[in-house]
């Protein structure tokens, strides 16, 4: 028997690929009954080089900007979510790296999925074989599938949907007609 979620963390950041995982994890939430949780991460400024992470030449955001836009974004993603007929069981707002805050978060919430948008793909060097190939999905949804306890339902902006989990039968290269493997999936990186 399948069992669904009975609590979705979904993590946003206001991206297009973000919008759609709204719509996704709102459909999801509202045809299960699952809480739907709502978090949104603030880039922290570096301690090593001052900034948020975008760029080294960049001025170093005082922290309490962070916070304000970060709130701001959250509120309203918040409201378009109440808009279209979600039903938010609680907000969340973290500052850090978006990656490492979201996956500690499911973990405190104990949620049973999380969706998040794709992000942008990164080159992608492979110490097997030492090619380079394009990942399906950005670096930050990346450690989230690869470190979360629970599913990730990847969404991409183009609508289409990819539910990544690790997987030891998981390959590198997907045979034709097939969704690319985002990467290898050996025992450490279930640990």
Do not use: F, W
């Amino acid at each position: 028997m399948i069992e669904y979620p009975n609590k979705v963390l979904l993590a946003t950041d206001g991206s297009e690929d973000s919008a759609r995982a709204v719509e996704v994890a709102v459909a999801l939430s509202g045809k299960t009954g699952a809480e739907l949780h709502v978090v949104h991460v603030g880039q922290a400024p570096s301690p090593s080089t001052g900034t948020t992470g975008h760029s080294p030449s960049l001025p170093t955001e005082p922290y309490e900007s962070v916070v304000k836009r970060a709130r701001k974004l959250l509120e309203r993603q918040v409201e378009q979510i109440r808009e279209s007929g979600g039903n938010i069981a609680e907000t969340h707002l973290r500052i850090g790296s978006p990656p490492y805050e979201v996956v500690g978060l499911s973990d405190e919430i104990g949620a049973d999925l999380i969706v998040v948008g794709s992000g942008r793909p990164r080159a992608v060097r492979r110490a097997v074989s030492g090619t380079i190939r394009r990942a399906a999905i950005g670096a930050a949804a990346d450690y989230i599938v690869r470190s979360a306890h629970c599913p990730v339902l990847v969404v991409r902006g183009d609508g289409v949907l990819r539910s990544v989990v690790p997987h030891p039968d998981a390959r590198d290269a997907a045979p034709e007609g097939e969704p690319e493997a985002v990467g290898d999936r050996r025992e450490e990186d279930r640990l």
